[in-house]
């Protein structure tokens, strides 16, 4: 199991350097705080701290191995798609921190509350930020399966950036290592009911995700997303890329997240004819080191920027960027015990489909 960096004096020392500013929100494992970091001209940052209140032994026990896990991968990762991790401890009193970058902006699951669904363009530009953050996880050595795709864990900035926060299930595929079996009730294929999650099961959890961006409505568990049938203004070819990205068997899912990105430029085009799609994109799936179109990974994204411009007002999320939010129901979106029941039948006939 990973370890954190562990201190042994007081955690009132390691505290000092941090001043906290709000508390951001709780959930059933840990508690937020907006923070100033005194070591980098008061930088805001979120100081996040592992609570475990009326747990049994085993769900402490994984409470921490998820703590630890998402240190040890955050501590591996660079990309202005993915949060930071800046520090990190665990006392002798075996009370767990960590601290990552403040994102300011909202998450994709807010603003559908807010403002209700995107449009077709709209979903493109976030799919392939999304398809690029990805490929960058997917391609790293050893690949991490983020596990957790959601909107609730996808933070959009105000200048139209997604960034990937939570990566406490997130894990690394090594040969032969068998995988903890969490679930996301809505955005989790049918493999990773099984503990059998590969890249392919993240794109499941991007299309089940760009279907709640264009209609506003939550997926069914082990559902294909057929946005159209909701929305009659979704682009056929949109639609028909989301209904692959969901498929229940991984062979009938798209080859990769770069090969989505590729179909989404394609999109792109049909919204705006004056888009060059790149030849790469038109002829190949290979996996080579290209660029994105919209620049070697700039962080600003001009029509969302725009898109949020218009939308906020006065008592939008994004004009009160420290308003403390919960998302209703489970914090963690983990499917309970009785949510796994009801759909268990479902899980029994698509069997057959994993079997060695």
Not at 9 to 25: E, M, V
Request: aromatic share 8%; with cysteine.
């Amino acid at each position: 199991m990973p370890e954190v960096r562990k201190v042994s004096h007081d955690i009132d020392n390691w505290l000092s350097r941090y001043q906290l500013r709000q508390h951001l929100g709780q959930g059933g494992m840990g508690v937020a705080y907006l923070a100033e970091d005194k070591a980098r001209n008061n930088a805001l940052c979120v100081l996040k701290q592992l609570t475990i209140n009326d747990a049994t032994p085993e769900e402490h026990d994984e409470a921490v191995r998820f703590f630890k896990r998402e240190v040890d991968i955050l501590r591996r990762l660079s990309h202005p798609g993915i949060v930071r991790l800046f520090d990190d401890c665990v006392t002798e009193n075996r009370e767990y921190f960590l601290v990552m970058d403040y994102i300011p902006g909202n998450n994709l699951d807010e603003i559908i509350k807010s403002w209700g669904s995107f449009s077709s363009e709209a979903t493109v530009e976030i799919a392939i930020q999304c398809c690029e953050i990805l490929e960058y996880l997917h391609e790293h050595e050893p690949p991490i399966i983020y596990r957790d795709l959601k909107p609730s864990n996808l933070m959009l900035t105000p200048e139209g950036q997604i960034v990937f926060i939570d990566f406490g299930i997130a894990r690394s595929i090594l040969p032969r290592q068998a995988a903890t079996r969490v679930v996301t009730t809505g955005y989790s294929p049918p493999e990773q009911y099984f503990g059998r999650p590969e890249p392919r099961s993240d794109l499941y959890a991007l299309g089940a995700t760009l279907g709640q961006l264009l209609t506003g409505i939550r997926p069914k568990p082990l559902a294909v997303s057929a946005p159209a049938q909701i929305k009659r203004e979704v682009l056929v070819s949109l639609d028909n890329l989301i209904r692959r990205l969901t498929a229940h068997s991984i062979d009938d899912r798209p080859q990769s997240a770069r090969v989505v990105r590729y179909e989404l430029y394609r999109i792109y085009h049909e919204i705006h004819p004056d888009f060059v799609v790149p030849e790469e994109a038109m002829i190949s799936t290979s996996h080579s080191q290209e660029t994105s179109p919209f620049g070697e990974r700039q962080p600003r994204r001009p029509h969302l920027s725009k898109l949020l411009q218009e939308r906020s007002g006065q008592n939008s999320p994004l004009a009160k960027k420290f308003d403390a939010r919960k998302n209703s129901g489970n914090d963690h979106g983990f499917a309970t015990g009785a949510q796994q029941s009801t759909i268990w039948h479902e899980i029994k006939r698509l069997f057959q489909l994993f079997k060695p």
